[in-house]
């Protein structure tokens, strides 16, 4: 299983990314998974979620309403749409694969995680 997250970079304030993460050696849309993020000197936070099996999403509130969880089945591709872009925002931002044992983030247990994309927001 390998799972590698990109499109991260240094954007304005108000501004928009787009990360991807594209998923190998299991089928994306047969599992539930997460977009995590660590901000500089903290812990990890969860962001979002898209469920399998169809298209249920959940959000964080600091995000709800700025940023856009979805996945392309045929690309087998996670991404994570973020508009206006606050500095609170700056993060190394991952996707992770959900799954019945590992790190516990949230409450919820994540056995795969991709290697980080570094965002930042600032002027």
């Known amino acids: 299983v390998q799972l590698q997250a990109c499109g991260g970079g240094l954007v304005q304030p108000g501004g928009s990314l787009r990360l991807s993460c594209a998923a190998s050696g299991f089928t994306l849309s047969s599992y539930a998974m997460s977009w995590l993020r660590q901000a500089p000197g903290k812990g990890p936070e969860w962001v979002a979620d898209?469920?399998?099996?169809?298209?249920?999403?959940a959000y964080a509130d600091s995000v709800k309403d700025r940023f856009t969880i979805s996945r392309d089945n045929g690309k087998n591709t996670l991404y994570l749409q973020m508009n206006s872009l606050q500095p609170e925002d700056t993060a190394v931002y991952y996707c992770?694969?959900?799954?019945?044992?590992?790190?516990?983030?949230?409450?919820?247990?994540?056995?795969?995680w991709g290697k980080g994309t570094l965002v930042t927001v600032s002027s």
């Open positions: 992770a694969k959900r799954g019945m044992r590992g790190t516990v983030v949230a409450g919820k247990k994540y056995d795969y």
């Open positions: 898209i469920m399998n099996g169809g298209d249920r999403t």
